[in-house]
């Protein structure tokens, strides 16, 4: 029987689906293993070969843990909301739930055939009305929230309600929007609408003006990831700065605990510094400038207070209400003129673009509060609303931007700290690199000459007590924009009465999305939903048009997984008390900020009512390198329709052009292919070396555009899954990227045929041996074992196909069919492909599913060495080699190695002079 991967592969994966091989449920006997790929967005163009990479990582150790006793937890679904979905049905007309559906029904086919052991019981889709209930359910409960500082955790609004009632303000350390003071008796004579615009200050949920990026083509606010350059990243569309009265998120509360959360656990540094970064904790001081002539104060924030003896100018964010207030008339028209050119730009621009320096004046001036200096107040977009007050105390000297916005506009840079053992530089040729917390203050007042450390210290100290300012902890993270001006995404469980937001009842859910006639704004510039008819309740009070964002429904699926089928509660408590959480998470660094946040924000909550027992949702998180595409190119010589072969390509003036890579094999075109490829060379004349026309390469970023996307199901139907799950593995370590390059899958599929024909005959008869294995063929298999089982313990995947190569020809060469060292080598192989290890599992006699399989434990009884290959050289050239025992003697040596048969050719005619033996290293004999 020969290796009929067709067959082999199409049997098993039949199979797996009748017996649910990977189905999974609650197993208190074994310990849980929760292995979860990140969630992938099924686009209309499939997979390509890099989208499983992940993938098959994680398959290969859910199968390893799975063999070795767990109850793993392996499922599968789809992020099904999107702006692409949403983009073809305004274009089409076509319901997004269509295109999203048929997007799904490719993916699980392509899935299926590369053998992954996912238990498709437990999939999920965030369109489908019973998953995103459990998301609209979330919302009203951070809805109904608060954030307590005092006790770090989220506690019901009533209590704060209560405490209202009985204290006011006073006493309350929470998360808000804004400071607020009232008083019990404020509060009681309260109305109710101004009651619940109170409590929007404090709820996790809220809603509040916001600045946020509009795209008008689109009619929809983008993330920050779906802009670049001032344009929306589908479609090329102007994208601005723009107010809006959005639903938000309090994240920010929580990131003290996201911040050492981060210690819990298993991810890698660079990541964990992404996350740090993100959040960006800060500790300083608060401090009040005011305005020159006018009642209103600019409220700044700074690490380093001492710094404030150097400030020689303010700037504002262009969004800044305050900007409003202190331009005067004469500044008016420049100001309105710079503002409008700001909103062109979002704030991740802003912030990445440190060379680009830009502002206006506003005509006012600010009056330092520890000098009575008069400052200037200048607006730039270097400075950004949300971050800190939306306003900066600029300290040239010491800091970059600030440093280039005073070059740029001739203001003064005063230095105020120096390098310890050094004098102060002139302040016009002053590199703000040099700036050193391990100096000492100059020039500044009543810390001058102290050590930066303390004058940071004094001046907190003194600003606290003066009354000017107070200590304070800052983060960069800001709270998540939970609104989109789209149809295809979750409904809002909100109504409005009195123009105030009210939730839905629970017994409500899931709100589900309504029927429309098309998919844009309504002609008054409504969100979509805006077209549907009696989207009310039944009451009659009008429900929210705009929809959740893409993250909303990908926040918390991993508890989702846990307990799918549940519709009375997102997870039981018996779900989660198992599971728990996930072991082990895999997915690409496109997630190390904003998915990761979200979700570890969703989880603390959900944590903090005591849905769930683990207060961080992803134990060990491993980010997988990309793979690249390798292009092919045809060169062709300019003024013709000639193609010139690449190592001649250099004789004639040729232009490269890009050409498909699935017409090419191991560089060589296939001809006729690419005449049919496209019209314009269907005539097409080659000049070819030796007989072929040899394609140029190059790695670049796998795109439609550069022809080099591989679809993987060309790979499993020439090769196998088997082969492209391992020849994945083999292109080199996960973490890393690498490029795509079929030169070498042959060699792959090669070793799975040679493994195959360990049990089969030169006819391709099965032939399994019962005898006894040899000491050889034992410390071949439990070396492997070891290797192996380190490998994928460290993930080192591509290492594991070296050493099953390595092992299957050492086999080979000794004839071996046993099935005492066949039956463990497929175990260990099963991870890797699964197809093929359950045939030959089966063809030797086993029973059960390979999958089922115990892993097998490296004994180290076969692993001592007891002799050792010599090096036999003759006057220091090496000549043969020679195996010994290890405990024989110099003298053995010496007779072995003179007495050995390849020696006589050497010491013919010749008189030995001297020996030399490393005992377990060499033998070298002096002749002459």
């Known amino acids: 029987m020969e290796y009929n991967f067709k067959q082999i592969e199409n049997k098993w994966r039949e199979t797996w689906i009748r017996q649910k091989t990977y189905k999974i449920d609650i197993d208190a006997s074994r310990p849980k293993f929760y292995v979860l790929d990140m969630f992938p967005y099924p686009s209309g163009a499939g997979l390509h070969v890099g989208h499983p990479l992940g993938y098959i990582a994680s398959d290969i150790y859910s199968r390893f843990k799975r063999l070795n006793g767990?109850?793993?937890?392996?499922?599968?679904?789809?992020?099904?909301?999107?702006?692409?979905?949403?983009?073809?049905?305004?274009?089409?007309?076509q319901h997004p739930a269509i295109t999203t559906e048929k997007n799904i029904a490719r993916y699980r086919e392509q899935l299926d055939k590369i053998g992954f052991s996912y238990d498709w019981d437990r999939e999920v889709k965030t369109c489908e009305p019973s998953y995103y209930k459990w998301t609209q359910w979330a919302f009203i409960q951070m809805f109904n929230h608060y954030y307590c500082n005092k006790s770090q955790k989220a506690l019901p609004i009533a209590q704060l309600e209560q405490h209202f009632a009985a204290h006011g303000t006073q006493g309350i350390?929470?998360?808000?929007?804004?400071?607020?003071?009232?008083?019990?008796?404020?509060?009681?004579?309260?109305?109710?609408?101004?009651?619940?615009?109170?409590?929007?200050?404090?709820?996790?949920?809220?809603?509040?003006?916001?600045?946020?990026?509009?795209?008008?083509?689109?009619?929809?606010?983008?993330?920050?990831?779906?802009?670049?350059?001032?344009?929306?990243v589908r479609g090329g569309h102007p994208v601005e700065q723009r107010v809006m009265r959005q639903w938000s998120l309090r994240v920010s509360a929580y990131a003290e605990r996201l911040l050492n959360g981060?210690?819990?656990?298993?991810?890698?540094?660079?990541?964990?510094?992404?996350?740090?970064?993100?959040?960006?904790?800060?500790?300083?001081?608060?401090?009040?400038?005011?305005?020159?002539?006018?009642?209103?104060?600019?409220?700044?924030?700074?690490?380093?207070?001492?710094?404030?003896?150097g400030v020689t100018f303010m700037v504002l964010a262009p969004e800044s209400e305050l900007v409003a207030q202190l331009t005067t008339p004469a500044q008016q028209q420049a100001v309105n003129d710079y503002?409008?050119?700001?909103?062109?730009?979002?704030?991740?621009?802003?912030?990445?673009?440190?060379?680009?320096?830009?502002?206006?004046?506003?005509?006012?001036?600010?009056?330092?509060?520890?000098?009575?200096?008069?400052?200037?107040?200048?607006?730039?977009?270097?400075?950004?609303?949300?971050?800190?007050?939306?306003?900066?105390?600029a300290v040239p000297a010491h800091d970059s931007r600030d440093f280039a916005f005073a070059r740029q506009f001739g203001l003064p840079i005063r230095q105020v700290v120096v390098p310890v053992g050094e004098t102060p530089s002139d302040p016009q040729t002053w590199d703000e690199s040099r700036d050193s917390k391990e100096g000492i203050m100059v020039n500044s007042g009543p810390i001058n000459g102290l050590s930066v450390k303390e004058a940071i210290r004094q001046t907190a100290a003194h600003i606290t007590q003066t009354g000017i300012g107070r200590v304070k902890t800052n983060y960069r993270l800001r709270d998540a924009i939970f609104s989109r001006q789209r149809y295809w995404g979750e409904p809002f469980p909100v109504y409005y009465k009195d123009d105030m937001p009210y939730m839905l009842d629970e017994s409500q859910l899931p709100l589900t999305l309504p029927e429309i006639d098309k998919y844009l704004p309504t002609e008054n510039g409504e969100p979509p939903l805006g077209r549907a008819k009696n989207w009310a309740t039944a009451d009659g009070y009008p429900l929210e048009l705009n929809t959740m964002p893409g993250f909303a429904g990908s926040s918390a699926y991993y508890l989702r997984y846990m307990d799918p089928k549940n519709d009375g509660a997102l997870v039981s408590p018996e779900a989660n008390a198992y599971w728990q959480d996930v072991d082990l998470y895999i997915g690409g660094t496109e997630h190390a900020t904003g998915h990761l946040i979200y979700s570890r924000?969703?989880?603390?909550?959900?944590?903090?009512?005591?849905?769930?027992?683990?207060?961080?949702?992803?134990?060990?998180?491993?980010?997988?390198?990309?793979?690249q595409g390798r292009s092919n190119f045809v060169y062709r010589i300019k003024g013709s329709n000639t193609f010139v072969s690449l190592r001649l390509k250099d004789q004639y003036d040729t232009t490269p052009i890009h050409v498909d890579v699935n017409m090419v094999q191991n560089d060589v075109l296939d001809l006729e292919r690419f005449k049919a490829w496209n019209p314009e060379y269907a005539n097409?004349?080659?000049?070819?070396?030796?007989?072929?026309?040899?394609?140029?390469?190059?790695?670049?970023?796998?795109?439609?555009?550069?022809?080099?996307?591989?679809?993987?199901?060309?790979?499993?139907?020439?090769?196998?899954?088997?082969?492209?799950?391992?020849y994945e593995m083999f292109l080199g370590p996960l973490e890393q990227s690498k490029p795509w390059d079929t030169n070498g899958i042959d060699g792959v599929h090669k070793f799975l045929r040679k493994t195959w024909r360990l049990i089969h005959d030169r006819?391709?008869?099965?032939?399994?041996?019962?005898?006894?294995?040899?000491?050889e063929e034992l410390k071949i298999l439990h070396k492997t074992i070891r290797k192996i089982t380190?490998?994928?313990?460290?993930?080192?995947?591509?290492?594991?196909?070296?050493?099953f190569m390595i092992a299957v020809n050492e086999l080979t060469s000794l004839k071996c069919n046993k099935r005492d060292i066949v039956s463990p080598l497929v175990v260990l192989l099963a991870p890797f492909a699964p197809h093929i290890c359950e045939e030959m599992w089966q063809l030797m006699g086993n029973s059960g599913s390979v999958c089922d399989a115990q892993w097998p434990i490296a004994d180290e009884q076969y692993l001592v060495e007891n002799s050792f290959e010599y090096p036999v050289s003759f006057n220091g050239k090496t000549r043969f080699k020679l195996t010994l025992p290890l405990d024989l003697s110099s003298g053995d040596i010496e007779k072995a190695a003179l007495a050995h048969e390849e020696s006589q050719k050497w010491l013919e005619g010749k008189q030995v002079k001297k020996i030399v033996v490393v005992p377990g290293r060499i033998i070298n004999v002096v002749v002459g």
């Open 684 to 726: 097409a004349e080659f000049i070819l070396e030796d007989g072929k026309y040899v394609c140029g390469w190059a790695v670049e970023k796998m795109s439609k555009s550069m022809f080099n996307v591989v679809n993987p199901d060309d790979i499993v139907d020439q090769y196998g899954a088997d082969t492209l799950r391992l």
């Open 339 to 393: 503002i409008v050119e700001t909103k062109k730009r979002t704030e991740r621009e802003r912030l990445a673009e440190v060379k680009k320096v830009t502002g206006v004046f506003s005509g006012a001036y600010a009056i330092n509060p520890l000098t009575n200096e008069e400052i200037p107040v200048w607006i730039s977009d270097y400075v950004l609303a949300g971050y800190g007050t939306g306003a900066i105390m």
């Open 601 to 627: 924000f969703w989880n603390k909550f959900l944590f903090d009512i005591g849905l769930i027992v683990k207060d961080e949702p992803f134990k060990k998180l491993i980010n997988q390198g990309m793979i």
């Open 790 to 803: 380190d490998d994928i313990e460290r993930f080192a995947f591509n290492t594991s196909v070296s050493a």
């Open 262 to 309: 981060l210690d819990q656990v298993d991810w890698s540094d660079s990541l964990k510094e992404v996350q740090r970064n993100w959040i960006g904790r800060s500790q300083g001081a608060e401090m009040t400038f005011k305005v020159k002539d006018s009642d209103v104060e600019m409220v700044i924030f700074t690490t380093r207070a001492d710094t404030v003896y």
């Open 173 to 232: 350390d929470t998360a808000c929007t804004e400071e607020l003071c009232f008083t019990a008796d404020d509060w009681a004579v309260y109305d109710l609408k101004k009651r619940q615009d109170v409590l929007l200050n404090y709820r996790i949920a809220y809603l509040a003006d916001t600045m946020v990026n509009w795209c008008s083509t689109l009619g929809t606010v983008l993330a920050n990831d779906e802009v670049k350059d001032g344009l929306s």
């Open 70 to 93: 767990f109850n793993v937890l392996h499922p599968m679904g789809y992020d099904a909301y999107g702006l692409p979905a949403e983009q073809y049905a305004i274009q089409t007309g």
């Open 763 to 775: 006819e391709d008869n099965l032939s399994v041996s019962a005898d006894a294995p040899t000491a």
